[in-house]
């Protein structure tokens, strides 16, 4: 009986090359369809867009992008995570996606376990920003003011539960601030409420802040990834503060496909995507959009889900926000 078992086992483990083989060989074998969890016309939507049209190319196959906004992404995610698993659908995932596992009571949908991690796309900045009239002049300032003033110092964000939000909220916490975050609707709200003087300083994307910075309306102060914007080498990050050197927030875009799709369909999938993404024409164009084009490998995308999952749902319960 036991020659027997190891003899069936072993039949089954040399099948899986095989296996692999023949699911590598036969994809893509109809058009790949994309659902990204926002509207048409954002960042992540163009980032997708760009993608598509040279992943089509190199595979040969139409390459569709289905919008499908929801609260949380869950209805892109629920999609996605009941598609065949056989890569042809696939999900625009993002830093969104590991602060819903830790904001919302349930999901229809667990973010680690009903995906398998393809490849990162990019990854772009959240600034802080203070109105042009501003008296602070750094982030240094600004950061000392609100040690030395508990209160008194109003930071501006989109919704509550976002990432800019929760950045905010992170850097009230990291940084050793007593202050109040201001929730608005949406960025429009967020710059007017800036301008106006409402808000002392506010914490957004960089991209859609850029039109502001640049007409001298509002100042950039720093940005909270890990490196200074590659365009604006005089802007610093958080890190560079003291006592802040493991302060690190950027909101990143990727691509996932079901759970249990072909690991030789992932493979092929992130190989192709990492071409991509190292064009030189590619980077210019995510460059555009304020993204700066940046691949990886499944094991490394699910690294760090993993780990913006627990430092988000951290951040969540510290602020003290209840799921929803």
């Known amino acids: 009986m036991i020659q027997r078992r190891t003899l069936i086992q072993a039949a089954a ?46 595979l040969g196959q139409s390459v569709v992008i289905d919008n499908r906004p929801s609260a949380g992404g869950i209805v892109a995610g629920e999609i996605v995570a ?28 667990n973010p680690r376990t009903d995906f398998a991690p393809v490849s990162l ?13 501003s008296p602070f002049k750094t982030l240094a300032e600004l950061i000392a003011f609100g ?33 109040q975050i201001v929730p608005y609707n949406g960025t429009p709200a967020v710059i ?59 909101s990143w875009n990727a691509l996932a496909a079901p759970a249990k799709t072909p690991k030789a369909v992932v493979d092929r999938l992130s190989q192709e995507l990492g071409k991509i993404l190292a064009q030189p024409e590619m980077v210019q164009r995510l460059a555009g959009f304020n993204v700066q084009a940046k691949a990886s490998t499944p094991a490394q995308l699910a690294q760090l889900l993993d780990s913006d999952i627990k430092r988000w749902s951290d951040v969540i319960v510290k602020a003290g926000l209840t799921p929803q």
């Open 192 to 250: 007017n409420a800036l301008r106006g003087g409402q808000v002392d300083v506010a914490v957004e994307i960089l991209g859609p802040m850029k039109p502001q910075i640049n007409a001298k309306a509002v100042r950039l102060l720093g940005v909270m990834g890990e490196q200074r914007p590659k365009d604006l080498p005089q802007t610093p990050t958080v890190r560079e503060l003291p006592g802040l050197s493991n302060f690190n927030v950027s």
């Open 13 to 58: 483990l040399s099948a899986l090359p095989a296996a692999n083989a023949w699911a590598q060989a036969s994809f893509p074998s109809k058009p790949l369809k994309i659902v990204v969890p926002f509207g048409a016309g954002g960042v992540a939507d163009l980032t997708a867009r760009a993608v598509a049209q040279k992943l089509s190319e190199n």
């Open 147 to 179: 040690r030395a003033n508990p209160g008194k110092l109003n930071m501006g964000t989109i919704n509550i539960g976002s990432t800019q939000n929760l950045a905010a909220e992170l850097l009230r916490t990291q940084a050793n601030l007593i202050a």
């Open 82 to 109: 009941r598609a065949e698993p056989d890569g042809h659908t696939l999900l625009l995932m993002s830093n969104g996606t590991a602060v819903s596992a830790g904001l919302f009571k349930s999901l229809p949908f």
């Open 121 to 133: 796309l990019g990854l772009f900045d959240m600034a802080v920003v203070v109105p042009e009239n």
